[in-house]
């Protein structure tokens, strides 16, 4: 990481210089942006907007304090390379269970009121990121969400005790949303405030009253299935139980095994009676020994004995959805949205709410501070609601699915009914989906901020409207070896990443990219350092050692901060023994320049020699 570019100091360097006075007692009267709700979704917006000491954030929620045991614990390889942008993956990867396998059980065909083990399979693909799938409570994800907030520039944390109650438009008001809050302090009066903002996130829940206040609704089915889950620490013969374990017995259900951080606690979502139609899982009155007894039965021959419970409950099966995110209507650009399960809803075996969730919130985040910062168009937020419902969608579709197939019966010669399904089946169903759980499969489709691809050949592994992914490189002035994603920081800046062709010569670009009517200097504000708003960095092919700092653009090495000191970590090369311009099949002979999003998604890619195009994709999306 760099620190001391504007003068040394010491402590921290997680930790800004402080702007104001620090988090006030009670909510401001006027802020930018209010967040209403501690979740992932609202957290890691809050942690992202966190990052610019000139953008007033404020972020309620009605609980007294932070979650202590939290409902998610999956967390997707993408949501881990997001955290790598937010500088805790280190943390989250060390205290996680880390999910390398999975195992399948079906009926014992000798013995079919016994389980047996039909399949065992590496969980992630080789190659589909450099990070694990790991599980994690969510109040850990939390306190590390909290930990980015308290550290920015100012010094930002929740206001507890606060329930929503109603929002009012003004367009013609400088804080056009005017948010009515009741302050619940425990044992005192309750006290009516009010909040002026110029936008406002419900990241409130499934029964979000930011939402409701917009006029949306969710809609959708249930499925009429009711399920337990539990995380208890238990003494088992169960030979699997440190492995990300699916079992089908043959009458008495499924059950999910999730072993969990610390090495001893495991996480059972057990499959319960189905519901009738208008019966609610809250009128069967289950119990925690109702659970226990359920997955003993599921789990036989094997013994289960549960020793301690940390957290239990009981919810049902269904997928709903918003419509929009926002609250755009007849051309007027939003001011209210909607993230998270405010806006989308389904069951939890897929381990995809809190990643879901904090994708949306990280979408939704770098356009709030480029349009709050001027550095773009209101129009702009209209594409979080188009990007991130389509992305719900096709979660909600994946679920439904998903869900079925493991509440069905297994399939056997005796029993091939419609409500079956082959054990084989669901195994390579689970194999096929890897990249969509792992949350490497959302592909944003062509728009203003999101190119044509005509160019996709000059890099065929890096997908236009994906996700940049990374690979190893190493840097050229200290020769340390790095992930070139790992430079792609939740600071809200886009990037342009140069990969030089077989001549190694990237001059031309950047004599173009240094002069006035460049994107890069007609988007830097007056007195601003050179990358503030657009970061160039270059990849070389050839090796770090028989390169000359000397002879490279000095561009790629630009001067910064009050003391203009030289930036060295621009400029990289192929690590030979890992070959990002093999590993992305990248054109060598050409080269390419790749456009990332400061949401580390892929805008467009296009030749070292496409100086006007690369202009005017800018000129869409920034402003000067």
């Not at 990002?580 to 949401?599: Q, S, T, Y």
Request: proline letters at 6%; a negative charge; hydrophobic letters at 40%.
């Amino acid at each position: 990481m760099q620190y001391h570019l504007n003068g040394f100091r010491t402590g921290s360097p997680d930790i800004s210089r402080p702007i104001g006075t620090g988090h006030p007692p009670a909510p401001p009267a006027q802020v930018d942006v209010l967040i209403v709700g501690c979740g992932p979704a609202g957290l890691t917006l809050a942690a992202q907007l966190s990052t610019f000491g000139d953008i007033s954030t404020c972020i309620i929620d009605q609980k007294s304090g932070p979650l202590q045991m939290g409902q998610a614990d999956g967390i997707a390889c993408r949501s881990v390379e997001m955290f790598e942008a937010f500088g805790f993956s280190e943390r989250v990867l060390r205290e996680a269970y880390w999910v390398n396998e999975t195992t399948f059980w079906k009926p014992d065909p000798a013995q079919p009121d016994h389980i047996a083990r039909s399949g065992r399979i590496q969980d992630t693909e080789d190659g589909l990121s450099e990070m694990p799938h790991v599980i994690l409570s969510q109040a850990r994800v939390h306190d590390f969400y909290l930990d980015v907030m308290r550290q920015g520039p100012r010094r930002l944390e929740p206001h507890y005790d606060r329930k929503f109650i109603s929002l009012t438009r003004d367009d013609d008001a400088e804080y056009p949303v005017t948010v009515t809050v009741e302050h619940m302090p425990d044992g005192k009066a309750h006290v009516i405030e009010t909040i002026n903002a110029r936008y406002v996130i419900g990241c409130d829940g499934a029964r979000s009253g930011v939402r409701r206040a917009i006029g949306l609704d969710l809609s959708g089915d249930a499925a009429n299935q009711a399920w337990g889950v539990m995380d208890v620490l238990v003494e088992t013969d169960f030979p699997d139980i440190r492995l990300k374990s699916v079992i089908h017995s043959a009458t008495e259900g499924s059950v999910l095994i999730i072993p969990r951080e610390g090495g001893y606690l495991v996480r059972l979502y057990i499959e319960l009676d189905k519901l009738n139609p208008d019966e609610r899982v809250s009128q069967k009155n289950i119990t925690a020994p109702q659970l226990i007894a359920a997955a003993q039965r599921i789990m036989a021959p094997y013994t289960l004995e549960v020793k301690e419970i940390a957290w239990w409950s009981v919810y049902e099966i269904g997928q709903r959805l918003c419509d929009q995110f926002d609250d755009a209507d007849d051309g007027m650009d939003p001011r209210v949205f909607i993230a998270g399960d405010a806006g989308h809803t389904h069951s939890p075996k897929a381990g995809q709410g809190m990643n879901v969730s904090m994708g949306d919130a990280f979408n939704l985040g770098w356009k709030l501070a480029a349009v709050l910062r001027g550095q773009s168009a209101p129009s702009l937020l209209h594409s979080y609601s188009a990007e991130r419902q389509a992305i719900a969608q096709e979660l909600i579709d994946f679920d439904r699915a998903f869900a079925k197939m493991f509440s069905a019966r297994p399939k056997t010669a005796q029993d091939t009914g419609q409500d079956t399904v082959d054990p084989a089946e669901f195994q390579r169903y689970f194999q096929k989906q890897g990249r969509f759980t792992a949350g490497t499969s959302v592909h944003y489709g062509p728009s203003a901020l999101i190119g044509d691809a005509r160019h996709q050949h000059l890099a065929k592994g890096l997908v236009v409207g994906m996700r940049f992914h990374s690979a190893p490189v190493i840097r050229v002035a200290d020769a340390k070896p790095v992930h070139l994603g790992h430079m792609l920081k939740a600071d809200g800046r886009w990037r342009i990443l140069a990969f030089a062709g077989e001549d190694d010569n990237l001059q031309a670009l950047c004599r173009d990219l240094g002069s006035k009517l460049s994107p890069i200097v007609k988007m830097t504000p007056d007195g601003a350092d050179i990358d503030s708003v657009i970061d160039l960095r270059a990849i070389y092919q050839t090796p770090h050692r028989n390169l000359d700092l000397r002879n490279l653009p000095p561009l790629l090495l630009p001067r910064k901060g009050k003391h203009h000191l030289t930036d060295y970590e621009k400029i990289f090369s192929a690590d030979p023994s890992s070959d990002i311009f093999d590993l992305r099949e990248i054109d060598r002979a050409k080269g390419c320049i790749v456009i990332v999003r400061p949401d580390q998604y892929i805008a467009e890619i296009l030749p070292l020699d496409a100086h006007g195009e690369l202009s005017e994709f800018f000129e869409r999306v920034l402003t000067a």
